[in-house]
């Protein structure tokens, strides 16, 4: 099993709607999880952390944790063209006396007008 | 605040030559860390710092050296470049106080390489 997983997608979603990105992880003492967004070409750019369960909004993004069900999704309202890009899970792993973030392989989101 | 620098941010490699990524950071994280990207994946940890002197193995390590002599710079060494090895390669640093609390990573630009 990997440690975090992400489906590849593309999904592809109509312009205005809400896209629902999803990622579920392995690690049950897992206590980081972040969002980012990576246009082709370009470096990953963090969009949202989360540290609590339930839910962080951040303008059109709601970020949603529950560490239970050991799942974390990304919702964007209101999606807009420039929202297309590849969106990347990453989670905390604690090991012995240090941590290290695994990322997920990746959602690629494709917003049509 | 010029954040990760990478450096270069291209080369062509011939296979069986070697070279450094240069990474360096001037946020004074603590931690940092080399991700490989290879097209259309996400991406997978090679090697991470949690400080100076400190350093630990990722996913997939093998081919590669690092080094943190300074809490500012994360080398990067491929010894013997095979074309396996071809990919994008991010440095990103953050700051953690402790095991179970990191804070986000800050990226670089990237360093494309190619072995041929």
């Known amino acids: 099993q990997k440690e975090v997983e992400q489906n590849s997608g593309p999904l592809s979603v109509p312009e205005g709607a809400i896209a629902s990105l999803n990622c579920t992880y392995s690690?049950?003492?897992?206590?980081?999880f972040f969002w980012y967004r990576q246009y082709s070409g370009k470096s990953p750019e963090l969009i949202m952390s989360?540290?609590?369960?339930g839910d962080k909004e951040d303008g059109r993004f709601t970020a949603q944790l529950n560490k239970a069900s050991q799942y974390v999704s990304l919702l964007i309202r209101d999606s807009q063209p420039s929202d297309s890009a590849t969106y990347l899970c990453?989670?905390?792993?604690?090991?012995?006396?240090?941590?290290?973030?695994?990322f997920g392989s990746g959602t690629r989101l494709s917003i049509r007008p | 605040n010029a954040g990760v620098t990478q450096t270069p941010k291209f080369r062509i490699l011939k296979i069986g030559q070697s070279m450094t990524l240069q990474c360096t950071q001037d946020?004074?994280?603590?931690?940092m860390y080399w991700y490989r990207q290879d097209p259309g994946m996400g991406l997978k940890l090679i090697y991470y710092?949690?400080?100076?002197?400190?350093?630990d193995k990722g996913e997939v390590p093998n081919g590669y050296n690092v080094s943190r002599s300074t809490t500012e710079d994360f080398p990067l060494r491929l010894e013997l470049a095979a074309p396996s090895q071809t990919s994008v390669y991010f440095c990103?640093?953050?700051?953690?106080?402790?095991?179970?609390?990191?804070?986000?990573?800050?990226f670089g630009d990237g360093t494309r390489l190619s072995i041929l």
């Open positions: 990453a989670v905390n792993v604690a090991r012995s006396s240090a941590s290290k973030i695994i």
């Open positions: 690690d049950r003492g897992s206590q980081s």
């Open positions: 946020m004074n994280h603590n931690y």
């Open positions: 989360i540290y609590s369960n």
């Open positions: 990103a640093s953050s700051y953690s106080r402790d095991i179970d609390s990191d804070q986000p990573q800050h």
């Open positions: 710092s949690v400080g100076a002197g400190i350093t």
